[in-house]
């Protein structure tokens, strides 16, 4: 284990989050939240730097331009990540830190940005990317008689699409 990786995995210790080091140099940390259940978290030491990525979400369904314009405003005003997407439109946090700067406090000022950023935005960008999935998944619960449960934050957005076209919410099935 190089200095750099003793030096993660201390910092991981001392922040007390459940992780795994699937190889060497890579360390794989649970950030759990209450928006976003989990955040599978990347740490990654290379030669030169800690590479940090985490899953955010997948590539919107819909609304794309106000999705991509309301990622674009949140990049400006974050620390030690960024969003960024992958080859199929899916949506990460990630971001790099000089290996001279790895340290228990900056390692934990990292992961404690990964988890606000992932936790608080994600009902958000679920709303913009995602209306329409919600609202068939809440009519298709309602019929049902399942759980709305882990829906409940997002009763608004139902809501608004009832006020929006009030007949598609009188007969979900079609």
């Known amino acids: 284990m190089t ?17 795994e080091r699937p190889q060497p140099g890579a360390f794989l940390v649970r950030l759990p939240g209450q928006h976003k259940l989990a955040t599978m978290t990347w740490l990654t030491v ?3 730097a800690l590479h940090v990525e985490a899953f955010f979400c997948r590539r919107p ?4 331009l106000e999705f991509y314009r309301w990622l674009l405003g949140k990049n400006g005003s974050m620390y030690g990540v960024h969003f960024a997407l992958d080859q199929v439109g899916d949506v990460h946090l990630v971001g790099r830190l000089p290996l001279a700067a790895v340290s228990d406090q900056e390692i934990d ?3 404690g940005c990964v988890l606000t950023y992932a936790d608080e935005w994600f009902d958000r960008a679920l709303e913009l990317g995602f209306a329409s999935s919600i609202r068939r998944e809440w009519d298709w619960r309602v019929k049902r008689g399942e759980s709305l449960a ?9 809501e608004r699409g009832r006020r929006e076209n009030p ?8």
């Not at 882990?150 to 139902?158: D, K, P, S, T, W």
């Open 61 to 64: 369904d819909e609304n794309h």
């Open 46 to 48: 290379s030669d030169q």
């Open 109 to 111: 000022r990292l992961l």
């Open 150 to 158: 882990n829906l409940r934050a997002f009763e608004g957005i139902v």
């Open 3 to 19: 200095d750099h990786e003793a030096a993660v995995e201390s910092a991981l210790k001392a922040a007390e989050v459940s992780y």
């Open 167 to 174: 007949e598609a919410g009188e007969n979900p099935g079609g």
